[in-house]
DNA sequence: TTCCATGTTCCGCA
DNA sequence: TTGCGGAACATGGA
């Protein structure tokens, strides 16, 4: 489920229950979810350590571990279990083991997710293009202006690529733009000033919110759109129908009436 | 059985 | 150069 939301749930999960332990085991369960680096060289340079700090960047959640931190992507099914006893998880990829007898495991059913070791963050974001967190406090609305200047293409596009901004997915795009009226497709420069703030400003007031309800987006209230995704349904803000379409790849839903 | 899925990447084409 | 459509990845659930 990780969208920027859901990352900064597991973000501070980890931080609650996986800091200051040793690492006496590092099972890594399939090797597919490594990105990048073999299983001797991740297993060594975490066994033995203690995370002691967490960070996240969009959908990328980092723990430092001594001289290296821990990368992890979630994919489209990745998630976070910490637990005490023998009965890992059943979709379990990398396993750590603290002293202590807990785990934390990374789980990952799709396997589109993945775990891997980088230098710092920040050097990883810049290597791989992202654009700034929606949620850094630094992130103004100029900055997000700046963004979406002198580029064309739709907006719901414009929202999804990582490397403009870092950690919306496909429903809280969809969400945003219903929640400000904006078609997905609406060319970028064909939205006004006053609707881009409005992204803006309801961009962090949604994603705040679903951090309130720790990621789950089914506790979300029931006027947004996520509980209303189906061809057919009634719009909850208007008396319009909600269509669904394809941007970028993505199945889209949106209000064919108040959303132009 | 068939279709769909909260993500990312790569390729070809306009 | 920019943007977009399509396919691929792996696998369970409706």
């Known amino acids: 489920m990780p969208e920027l939301p859901e990352v900064e749930t597991y973000a501070r999960y980890f931080a609650r229950h996986a800091l200051h332990q040793r690492v006496v085991r590092v099972d890594v369960r399939d090797e597919r979810i490594l990105d990048e680096i073999r299983r001797e060289t991740f297993v060594r340079k975490l066994k033995g350590r203690e995370f002691d700090e967490v960070r996240r960047h969009g959908k990328h959640l980092f723990a430092r571990a001594g001289e290296t931190w821990l990368h992890l992507h979630f994919g489209m099914t990745g998630d976070l279990a910490y637990y005490r006893g023998d009965e890992a998880p059943r979709f379990s990829k990398v396993i750590f083991d603290f002293e202590g007898g807990t785990h934390l495991a990374f789980e990952d059913m799709r396997l589109f997710g993945l775990a891997a070791l980088v230098d710092s963050p920040d050097a990883f974001v810049i290597a791989k293009g992202l654009g700034p967190d929606p949620l850094d406090p630094a992130f103004t609305f100029d900055r997000f202006d700046a963004l979406l200047a002198r580029r064309r293409g739709a907006i719901k596009s414009l929202l999804m690529s990582q490397e403009i901004i870092a950690g919306l997915g496909n429903l809280y795009v969809d969400e945003i733009l219903f929640q400000t009226s904006i078609h997905p497709k609406r060319a970028v420069d064909r939205i006004r000033e006053n609707e881009r703030r409005a992204v803006f400003t309801t961009m962090r007031r949604i994603l705040n ?13 029931g006027r947004y759109l996520f509980h209303h995704r189906e061809t057919g349904e009634r719009c909850p803000r208007c008396d319009g129908t909600i269509k669904r379409t394809v941007v970028f790849g993505r199945t889209t839903y949106y209000c064919g009436s108040h959303q132009k």
């Open 209 to 221: 919110e679903a951090i309130r309800r720790h990621g789950r987006e089914t506790e979300l209230p």
